[in-house]
């Protein structure tokens, strides 16, 4: 079939689509700039700040995080005070994350590894020894993002499948800044090139970060928290026909804001007679340590990979949402620290 061509903008639409862009091009520049000039305590406080702020302002993004931990730990949590303050410390380990992220740029390597401690790195050096490739199976989890700059540190080929954004030069800015630190960026769109980008990425023996805790569209249909929801087939897939090795890794903060990177034992991949029960049995098993490991640090994680029940809220909805936002920002209703 013929590739579908994208609509084109309007042209005032189009200025302003650039235009947002441009904007957060120098914004992010300015900000990778300045790091080295600020106190990084300084920078935390501002992190923190700027956390409150979007938190009251972005406030259908965060009914949203609250509908669904209600759907997936409603009977576990049942205060709604305590989920709330539960999303607050989600919201803020995510703008954490934003500086983390950032501020590794500017970071040695021995730096890198004294900041980010590693355990299980004896299943990594087994699966690598294999010669087949590693894929690491994370999420949206804690500082997720710095999982490729800590190996990266140490001396092992890293690449991640990455989502791009929509303008092309910003897109290559952030694939940039994770060269920098040694990252290789496999876009994952078109799917027939990522699918190329990973298959060369293993066949060199390097490890794939694959982020795969959207589940809000897929092939395969699988329990997440109780609920039906889709997921990709991609992971399994590549595991069952390459070979390749299947690591869970997950980089949490710790009580004291420490950053450790967890890199579990292998993930075995289901293999029946045929192909299309070993993927689906396989991304269901691959679900389940996701699972395993938002239960435990679930104020780690964002709290926006779950597809929506109907796809848009309804007005009795918008009116409780627009109520309980009232009632939040009345004295004595700030986001707890």
Same mark, same amino acid.
């Given at each position: 079939m013929p590739a579908r061509r994208k609509? $084109?903008?309007?042209?005032?639409?189009?200025f302003l689509y650039d235009l947002r862009y441009r904007i957060g091009e120098f914004a992010v520049r300015g900000f990778v700039a300045?790091?080295?000039?600020?106190?990084?305590?300084?920078?935390?406080?501002?992190?923190?700040?700027?956390?409150?702020?979007?938190? =009251?302002?972005?406030? $259908?993004?965060r009914a949203r995080m609250e509908e669904n931990l209600a759907a997936a730990l409603g009977q576990e949590i049942r205060e709604p005070a305590e989920r709330r303050a539960l999303i607050w410390r989600a919201w803020k380990n995510f703008a954490r994350g934003v500086l983390d992220t950032t501020a590794v740029m500017h970071f040695s390597k021995e730096k890198i590894v004294a900041t980010v401690a590693l355990e299980g790195e004896e299943h990594l050096q087994r699966a690598l020894a294999k010669g087949r490739g590693v894929l690491a199976l994370s999420a949206h989890l804690g500082a997720f993002t710095l999982i490729g700059a800590r190996l990266a540190a140490s001396g092992y080929p890293f690449s991640a499948v990455v989502k791009h954004p929509g303008d092309p030069r910003f897109a290559r800015l952030?694939?940039?800044y994770r060269a920098q630190i040694g990252i290789q960026t496999i876009s994952a769109k078109p799917r027939r090139e990522a699918v190329r980008g990973i298959l060369k990425a293993l066949r060199e023996n390097r490890i794939v970060l694959v982020v795969a805790d959207e589940f809000k569209s897929g092939d395969v249909t699988v329990d997440f928290f109780g609920q039906q929801v889709p997921a990709p087939r991609g992971p399994a897939t590549l595991a069952l026909r390459t070979g390749a090795v299947t690591l869970p890794m997950f980089a949490?903060? *710790?009580?004291?804001?420490?950053?450790?990177l967890t890199i579990g034992a292998p993930i075995e991949p289901v293999e029946p007679s045929e192909l299309d029960d070993s993927v689906t049995a396989t991304t269901a098993l691959y679900t389940r340590c996701l699972e395993a490991a938002i239960r435990r640090y679930p104020e780690q994680w964002n709290w926006l990979g779950?597809? *929506?029940r109907d796809g848009k809220m309804s007005r009795a909805e918008m =009116? *409780?949402?627009w109520k309980e936002r009232k009632k939040a920002r009345a004295p004595g209703n700030s986001p707890p620290d």
């Open positions: 609509k $084109k903008r309007p042209r005032l639409a189009q300045s790091l080295p000039l600020v106190p990084y305590r300084w920078l935390v406080l501002l992190t923190h700040g700027s956390a409150r702020l979007t938190f =009251a302002c972005l406030w $259908k993004y952030i694939t940039d949490t903060r *710790r009580a004291d804001d420490s950053v450790t779950l597809p *929506r =009116a *409780r949402l």
